[in-house]
């Protein structure tokens, strides 16, 4: 069993930045896909951006490519997402999560990943 959990949402006016956390526990991240999606009020869960297996890939939804930045420290078995340039639209609950499989590339189905975290806020607003 994983627990994921993710830390460091909070309120940020428009152009501002933070930094997401997903802390595992339980077994190691090291070896599976990561990912974080989102979701804001009334619309479905969204795929923003995913790390392979080794950590030499990554992937962003066009809607943030440029301006966050996945990464992770499989020896502290974290994952992260540095956020800059915040807009109002990326207000949403955030969601890291864990592929199913040992060795996976990124996919953006939610159906592919089998571990969530309980989500962190983010507010971008003035």
């Known amino acids: 069993q994983v627990q994921l959990v993710e830390s460091g949402g909070g309120l940020v006016q428009p152009g501002g930045s933070l930094r997401l956390s997903c802390a595992a526990s339980g077994r190691t991240l090291s070896g599976y896909a990561m990912a974080w999606f989102r979701q804001a009020p009334g619309k479905e869960r969204e795929f923003v951006a995913c790390?392979?297996?080794?950590?030499?890939?990554?992937y962003y939804a066009d809607s943030v490519k440029g301006r966050f930045t996945i990464s992770r420290d499989n020896a502290k078995n974290t994952v992260y997402l540095q956020m800059n340039s915040l807009k109002p639209e990326d207000t949403a609950v955030y969601y890291c999560?864990?592929?199913?499989?040992?060795?996976?590339?990124?996919?953006?189905?939610?159906?592919?990943?089998?571990?969530w975290g309980q989500g962190t806020q983010v507010t971008v607003s003035s």
């Open positions: 790390i392979n297996w080794s950590g030499a890939s990554t």
């Open positions: 999560t864990r592929s199913r499989l040992y060795g996976s590339s990124c996919n953006r189905a939610t159906g592919e990943y089998a571990y």
